[in-house]
């Protein structure tokens, strides 16, 4: 057994080029696709993460066709609706940080509001004491603000000239990037001053326990009032996941290229052996080696270059995807924008779609390399060699 690893060693360095070539370009196909379903994978598991601290149903206020604020007035007889259990307005709008040309969320909400206190993961609005009002936002973000702050606070401009002054009170989970990593949370009152929303709200979202409810909650609404824009969460979820699929669907498609070239490998490897091969073979035959022999040596052959370039692509994908946040094929799904601020794709990783594109590469090619050899070796070792 020992013989016959050593001597397939050395039949690989033999053919060293075409074997190269062959174990680079398997190792690229594994590479593109591992990453281009790791990246998939990561911004379902972190947007699904965050999507559950999002309301049932998010109101609008629609005047041709434009968002304004709402009156508290609207949101009154939702409270009279079956299976609403809370209906809370709130105002948010963009704030410019000049030093970095990078737009950040303001989010204003009640103390009492539960909705974000869930994505705090070290401090709650209501439990802070401080002489100034407190805020949360991401760990990203706390970073980048800390330029601008004095000790744990933080001034704004306020729209009506002045400041408004706030305390840093914690920070957003880090697994929720995905949604708030743009996002300060605030007290409702200190978010009208800064923003310049002294009445209404900019939208509210409706709670509703029971989740067979929320469609007829939402018809209800919408008959009591047809200029009322209702996104549901599960509407949302399935807008972005189709989003996810649909720019996954894009970066497979640019590997068409490489999946042509395996193809090519795959038609050369299992339309016949080369004569220098099936001299090989036939040398082989007649000093005295059996089918059985010559099938494992080209099994082991192939075993090395497939598994090697597979385990190889994997590899560099998991490095490429998680330790370097898949720098430039990360956009084909995110999208640029100099005013985000950057996220980390968090550690995610599909291990049924592992197995499935194992079985879907390294599979093929074994067969490939190692019928031909079978249907060389069963015939005679002199007409092998003719």
Known sequence: MRTLF????????RFGRKNLLIGFIFTLLVWLLSTSLMITHSLKHAFLHSASSLPALTVQQLQGNQTVPISPAILEP????AGVSMVQGRVWGMYYLELDNLYVSLVGIEPYVEQYNTLASSAHLEALDTPFPPMLTSPSLVHL????????SLSFLKHGGGFERLTLAGTFDPELSLLSNDVILMPMAQARAILGLPQGYTDAFVKVPNE???GTVASKIAAQNPTLRILSKEALIQRYLSLYDMKGGWFLALSLVCFATFA???????SGLSSQEKREIGILKALGWEVEHIIKHKLTEAALISVGGFLTGFTLALGYVFFLDAPLLRLIFTGYSALRPAFSLP????????FLLFFATVPLYLAASVIPAWKASVEDAGEVMR
């Open 347 to 354: 550690f995610s990783l599909d291990v049924p779609l592992f």
């Open 6 to 13: 050593d001597y397939t060693l050395h039949s690989l360095g």
């Open 145 to 152: 603000l800390k330029k601008y702050m004095s000790g744990d």
């Open 212 to 214: 067979e409810e929320i």
């Open 78 to 81: 939702f409270w009279r609706i």
């Open 264 to 270: 090519m490998i795959l038609y050369d490897k299992a």
